[in-house]
């Protein structure tokens, strides 16, 4: 079924739906005739892990899960879904591995703080300890920084900490626009689909106007991009160095692939600064 969709020959077990040149489309349809759910389908893209109707990690999205370096962990931007971070994976080295973490509902009652809790223990069931290498875009920079805060709160090293166009207290982005926009074709997906993500993205849009972010123990590497409000803002919210870099685009052109590039160059530099 999964050859069919993306109109292949042949697929393998272990082969990833993203790696064989799958999108968010793909993935919905793939969705709609397996009976799963979308975030199921991103959480589990190799053929094998469809099949056997999911079973990873919850709220994990393994981007590429081999390798021996320390991993790059993405966090989630408003809508919940990881799946934007895939192309990163391209750009760094072939020995990293990178995952996506996912919140799949709206989580009604958790501020910043405590998703960041909660994404930093899925972390650490990863990798028990560190160093470790945090990235965040949008909503995800929010996430980012309180979970790199937290894991340095519990005696963990933190080699990198990459936040892409968040700044804090900043003006959120309008919340139907800016949940519609994260998934290219979101019009092909089910009715229920779209509401979980506006309301995800809905309730992550409220926190983060009410987050006033704790004090990382660190460095910090910030992408702003054109258009970009409060590049200085993270200065009382770090004790280390911050690095910016600009990237001459839009808010939601960040993962086009001449902005990806930049991108991508800066935080693999960055990480081959890092304790591996």
Not at 9 to 16: A, E
Not at 92 to 105: C, F, H, I, M, T
Request: charge should be negative; charged fraction near 15%; include cysteine.
């Amino acid at each position: 079924m999964v050859a069919e969709v993306l109109d292949l020959p042949r697929v393998g077990p272990d082969d990833d739906l993203f790696d064989l040149g799958g999108d968010s489309l793909h993935a919905a349809r793939l969705a709609r005739r397996l009976s799963m759910t979308l975030h199921e389908v991103f959480e589990t893209p190799t053929v094998a892990g469809l099949a056997s109707g999911g079973g990873r990690r919850a709220g994990v999205l393994p981007i590429r899960a081999a390798g021996g370096l320390a991993p790059l962990f993405c966090l989630p931007p408003a809508g919940g879904l990881a799946w934007c971070y895939t192309p990163l994976r391209d750009h760094l080295g072939p020995d990293r591995p990178v995952y996506g973490l996912q919140l799949a509902g709206a989580e009604p009652g958790q501020d910043v703080a405590g998703l960041a809790a909660t994404l930093a223990e899925r972390i650490r069931a990863i990798r028990p300890t560190g160093p470790y290498h945090l990235l965040g875009w949008s909503f995800g920079g929010y996430l980012a920084h309180a979970v790199a805060a937290e894991l340095r709160a519990t005696g963990q090293e933190v080699g990198l900490l990459a936040i892409l166009d968040a700044h804090p207290h900043a003006a959120p982005e309008a919340v139907p626009d800016a949940a519609l926009r994260l998934v290219p074709g979101l019009s092909h997906l089910d009715a229920s689909t779209v509401d979980q993500m506006l309301a995800t993205a809905a309730h992550h849009t409220r926190v983060a106007a009410a987050h006033t972010p704790a004090v990382f123990d660190g460095d910090l590497l910030v992408v702003n991009a054109a258009d970009a409000v409060g590049r200085e803002s993270w200065a009382p919210y770090v004790t280390g160095r911050i690095e910016s870099h600009d990237v001459p685009c839009g808010h939601f052109e960040m993962f086009e692939p001449g902005p990806l590039a930049t991108i991508g160059a800066a935080v693999e530099a960055a990480l081959g600064r890092t304790p591996q």
